[in-house]
């Protein structure tokens, strides 16, 4: 899915926050895929509804474990890694699809300062 990108960060609830929302959408179709991220320790208060409501479908990856459901007519997919937790979700992707962009991400190596 070629891709453009619309970023909107969270309101900071501390000064080192990792909160944010991005939304991928195709250049070249319908697809598209929304992409949250919080502290994995916010995570219940954020997501928690949303991840005890569904059942799940476990997938070991080398990145962690992922988990996938369709709920409804949105594909819906998580996953906890290096303190952060992801929640990606789309109408138009598959569990599948949704599943190999998880596989794929990995944590932002740490910022150095100049």
Do not use: C
């Not at 990792?18 to 319908?30: I, K």
């Not at 509804?49 to 949105?74: K, P, R, S």
């Not at 599948?96 to 932002?108: D, F």
């Amino acid at each position: 899915m070629a891709a453009t990108s619309r970023v909107h960060r969270a309101i900071a609830t501390s000064p080192v926050t990792s909160d944010g929302f991005f939304e991928y959408r195709s250049s070249a179709g319908p697809e598209t895929v929304h992409i949250s991220q919080s502290s994995a320790s916010d995570a219940g208060l954020v997501f928690g509804e949303l991840v005890g409501a569904a059942n799940w479908d476990e997938t070991i990856a080398d990145n962690g474990v992922i988990y996938v459901t369709q709920a409804g007519h949105q594909a819906q997919a998580y996953l906890e890694q290096a303190g952060t937790f992801v929640f990606l979700m789309s109408e138009t992707l598959t569990t599948q699809q949704l599943k190999s962009i998880a596989v794929g991400l990995a944590p932002m190596p740490p910022l150095t300062e100049a």
